[in-house]
């Protein structure tokens, strides 16, 4: 079985063995599936750029016509040498886990194809067909934490020519490690803003790194409240790794419905029109068209349920705290399947 574990991927992608002509990343933090991605790609030695030697494909195109992940993965580059095939997208479609099991059998000659996934399940076809492929590995990706966030915060304070004590480097980590793309342009904001100086202080950090955790947090809760059900999943499983509490989910769902509650009783009880009752609560311009979704697809009645259910699970997780992740998912995926049924009725 050709594969790694998430601790060992760093080391595989510094020393990559290209005996394998088929590579998956698979994990829930996409920026980090991307970037380490782009980083085995740039060591294959072809520019990903280049229309000649390199192509990237959709999962949802190859499954339409997987035909084109064949003619792709057997075509010579026009100018000779290396060819590169990206996938991205990937995930539980079966036309492309087949194509992917039947190509990683195969040594292709000079030609790399790397498929990028979410977060795959052990059984998840595609998962499995690479990891009993004889030229294929399978290289997880999970949340910065631990040493890989260090290592990246190294790279960019050496890129910078910078240090930073440590007192900054943990008011740092504390801000960052809820998608890995993200986390690295935070550090290099900071890296530029600290430029001229020989250290990045504790000051610095509070000055100008955003809490990307906290944008996750609202983006999760966003999504339950307008219906998102199929995209929940993933930004749930994202907290709970880069290990968000349950008790926070849970009470930034419950705040968010307590607001909620507020302004819709303002647009039924006093005439106030939904965009007037947004503007006046002044929400972040990333969130505004969800909470104006989740405005106009809510009636008063039903918030007011959601709230006395919000309340009732938050207990039951306190009871019984084995249960407290369980419980909270099934919170947020109730409220996103209610809010889905609601907006489906043409309240929006």
Same mark, same amino acid.
């Given at each position: 079985?050709?594969?790694?574990k998430?601790?060992?991927?760093?080391?595989?992608?510094?020393?990559?063995d290209?005996?394998?002509?088929v590579?998956?990343?698979?994990?829930p933090?996409?920026?980090?599936?991307?970037?380490?991605?782009?980083?085995?790609?740039?060591?294959f030695g072809?520019?990903?750029t280049?229309?000649?030697s390199?192509?990237?494909l959709?999962?949802?195109?190859?499954?339409?016509?997987i035909?084109r992940?064949?003619?792709?993965?057997?075509?010579?580059? $026009?100018?000779?040498?290396k060819?590169?095939?990206?996938?991205?997208g990937?995930?539980? %479609?079966?036309?492309l /886990? =087949? +194509?992917i099991?039947e190509l990683?059998?195969?040594r292709?000659?000079?030609t790399?194809?790397?498929?990028e996934a979410g977060?795959?399940?052990?059984?998840a076809?595609?998962?499995?067909h690479?990891?009993?492929?004889?030229?294929?590995?399978a290289l997880p990706?999970?949340?910065?934490e631990?040493r890989?966030l260090d290592?990246m915060?190294?790279?960019?304070l050496s890129a910078?020519g910078l240090?930073?004590?440590?007192e900054?480097?943990?008011?740092?980590?504390?801000?960052?490690?809820a998608d890995?793309i993200?986390?690295?342009?935070?550090v290099?904001?900071?890296?530029?803003y600290a $430029?001229?100086?020989?250290?990045?202080?504790?000051?610095?950090?509070?000055a100008?790194? %955003?809490?990307?955790? /906290? =944008? +996750?947090l609202?983006e999760?809760?966003?999504?339950?409240?307008?219906?998102?059900v199929k995209?929940?999943?993933?930004?749930?499983?994202?907290l709970?790794t880069?290990?968000?509490?349950?008790?926070?989910?849970?009470?930034?769902?419950?705040?968010?419905?307590q607001?909620?509650?507020?302004?819709?009783?303002?647009v039924?009880?006093?005439?106030e029109p939904v965009a007037?009752?947004?503007?006046?609560?002044r929400?972040?311009?990333?969130?505004?068209?969800?909470?104006?979704?989740?405005?106009?697809?809510w009636?008063?009645?039903?918030?007011?349920?959601?709230?006395?259910a919000?309340?009732a699970?938050?207990?039951?997780?306190r009871k019984?705290s084995?249960?407290?992740?369980?419980i909270?998912?099934?919170?947020l995926?109730?409220t996103a399947?209610?809010?889905?049924?609601?907006?489906?009725?043409?309240r929006l």
């Amino acid at each position: 079985m050709a594969q790694k574990k998430a601790g060992e991927v760093e080391a595989f992608l510094n020393r990559p063995d290209f005996a394998f002509s088929v590579v998956l990343f698979y994990g829930p933090d996409t920026g980090l599936v991307a970037e380490r991605s782009a980083k085995l790609a740039k060591a294959f030695g072809v520019d990903p750029t280049d229309p000649f030697s390199a192509v990237t494909l959709s999962a949802d195109e190859i499954e339409k016509d997987i035909g084109r992940l064949y003619d792709e993965a057997n075509t010579l580059s $026009l100018l000779g040498g290396k060819r590169l095939v990206r996938v991205r997208g990937a995930g539980a %479609g079966r036309a492309l /886990a =087949d +194509a992917i099991g039947e190509l990683a059998g195969t040594r292709l000659a000079e030609t790399l194809i790397v498929v990028e996934a979410g977060d795959l399940k052990k059984s998840a076809g595609l998962r499995t067909h690479v990891e009993r492929g004889r030229h294929a590995m399978a290289l997880p990706c999970y949340q910065d934490e631990g040493r890989s966030l260090d290592l990246m915060i190294d790279e960019e304070l050496s890129a910078a020519g910078l240090s930073m004590d440590r007192e900054a480097r943990e008011a740092l980590k504390a801000r960052l490690g809820a998608d890995r793309i993200a986390s690295r342009g935070e550090v290099k904001k900071l890296c530029l803003y600290a $430029l001229g100086t020989a250290t990045v202080t504790e000051e610095d950090v509070a000055a100008i790194v %955003g809490d990307v955790s /906290a =944008d +996750a947090l609202d983006e999760a809760i966003d999504a339950a409240a307008s219906g998102e059900v199929k995209r929940l999943p993933h930004l749930i499983d994202r907290l709970t790794t880069a290990g968000t509490a349950t008790f926070q989910l849970h009470q930034a769902l419950l705040r968010y419905f307590q607001q909620l509650q507020a302004l819709r009783d303002s647009v039924e009880k006093h005439g106030e029109p939904v965009a007037r009752a947004v503007e006046r609560r002044r929400p972040h311009f990333r969130r505004k068209p969800a909470l104006e979704a989740a405005l106009n697809a809510w009636p008063l009645a039903a918030i007011d349920r959601r709230v006395q259910a919000i309340e009732a699970d938050i207990l039951s997780s306190r009871k019984d705290s084995g249960l407290a992740l369980t419980i909270t998912h099934k919170t947020l995926m109730d409220t996103a399947v209610e809010a889905a049924r609601l907006r489906a009725r043409g309240r929006l």
